[in-house]
């Protein structure tokens, strides 16, 4: 059993959960609760857990599967709560290999309708969205360079495990994969301020891309530039703009609306 | 100026702060960054200023004009920033009344559309209903006793001034409400993970209330017996629910869209 939060394993998990280069470096990342690490466990994609004695004690029939298959190790009830990252554990964490995608596959993918993020910053803002874009039915989730590092703790955690279900691709240049989604024929809309329509007065039935930019800044003027047409979400009151998480949600779900019973395959 | 955190004016805002029960005996909560003092001003909320010395230092007409017609304090730029809240402050905060809405009013309102919250306990997902509730166009947010403290500061900076601007209450009994929305004439849906009717199927147009429960296990059961009718917002994948926030967004957006055009007054 490990009984000291300076034994070297654990010492890794920290720099995995504090460090996004070392993540990178990696392809690793840390998920943390039983039904992350289970899940993790049915993609293929765990490495090895960590548990704490308090959890091991009582019987689980779930986990008894977990530690058959997978390789683990037992750590003290105390230093396993230094090892968290959340304020009540579940005991449980699972050292993880990054899922990854190829652009291919994405654009290839039959519902043909993406998300893309250019720019969002807020970790719980991007796991939220992962999760709204796996309930409302996408393709992918495709994010430009600045945006925010789906490996984060904060971001895994949000994601509600949409992490190991939903596809997505980090990409050098958003315009490039704009341009791609065009070239094969579907509408991109970019949501802005002052976007030329309501988001619902847009067709997304024969598929679709849907760009959302950052917290502060919305849409960068280069990405607009290459877009199909920018939307907007109405707003009563004296509000400047939605939670980007919550505009990403009211449009997916508008195509989600629309596409119900008559998506064209 | 004010330059040791343990000085008594700063210690009752740590207490405003941190305390729930504080806040709510004396009807106070803080307020932070420009934007916030300057609403709860316009909105006569604002009681007293606190502002860094290296912000006073900097001319800016809005800020002016507050510390003119408003009571202010200077306070050491290195003990304002023990005193933020935030990681980035603006160096500025307000002790600001909590603005107070009657049942009565909230009832009569015209746009007779109402969201109501039972049991939403994460403070960032109630600020961010807030936020979302003004730009949908809602009535009013009615919030039963188990809700979290819309005063909280990570709440306050989550509605991005919706504090100021969109009614509130909290309720006793939710479903003492339900019952009076309804015996007024109005449907009232509660969002169900198995819901009758998908949340679009719902009619909006002749005014409505929409009551969200908690995140980990929905609508209370009691709560349920008394609503017009339940709903559920259609998901891919193997999603278990979506974010409150976002389920929230969703219905009212749905609403909105619904209404544009043909609100019944």
Redesign the interface.
């Known amino acids: 059993m490990i009984s000291s939060i300076s034994n070297q394993q654990l010492k890794e998990i920290t720099k995995l959960q504090k460090q996004p280069k070392y993540r990178r470096a990696s392809s690793l990342f840390i998920a943390e609760g039983f039904k992350m690490v289970k899940e993790a466990a049915e993609k293929g994609c765990l490495v090895k857990t960590y548990i704490s004695e308090l959890v091991l004690g009582k019987k689980q029939e779930s986990l008894e599967w977990l530690l058959k298959e997978f390789p683990y190790e037992t750590v003290s009830g105390q230093v396993f709560r230094q090892l968290s990252d959340t304020v009540t554990t579940q005991g449980i964490l699972g050292v993880v290999k990054q899922p990854s995608y190829n652009i291919k596959d994405i654009l290839d993918d039959k519902k043909h309708i993406w998300l893309m993020l250019d720019d969002i910053r807020d970790p719980?803002n991007l796991g939220?969205i992962m999760?709204?874009a796996?309930?409302?039915?996408l393709s992918a989730v495709i994010m430009g360079k600045g945006t925010a590092d789906l490996f984060n703790p904060k971001t895994v955690r949000?994601t509600?495990?949409?992490i190991f279900?939903?596809p997505f691709i980090y990409v050098d240049d958003i315009t490039e994969i704009i341009k791609q989604i065009k070239d094969n024929g579907y509408s991109v809309y970019g949501t802005a301020m002052a976007g030329s329509i309501?988001y619902?007065k847009a067709d997304y039935t024969k598929g679709a891309g849907i760009v959302i930019g950052n917290e502060a800044n919305g849409i960068q003027e280069r990405v607009l530039e290459c877009i199909t047409g920018s939307i907007h979400?109405?707003?009563?009151?004296?509000?400047?703009?939605?939670?980007a998480?919550?505009a990403a949600?009211?449009v997916m779900?508008?195509a989600?609306?629309q596409r119900?019973g008559k998506i064209i395959r």
């Open positions: 719980g939220t999760r709204t796996e309930g409302a039915g949000s509600m495990g949409s279900r939903m309501a619902d979400i109405p707003m009563d009151g004296k509000l400047e703009s939605l939670n998480a919550v949600a009211v779900y508008e989600a609306r119900r």
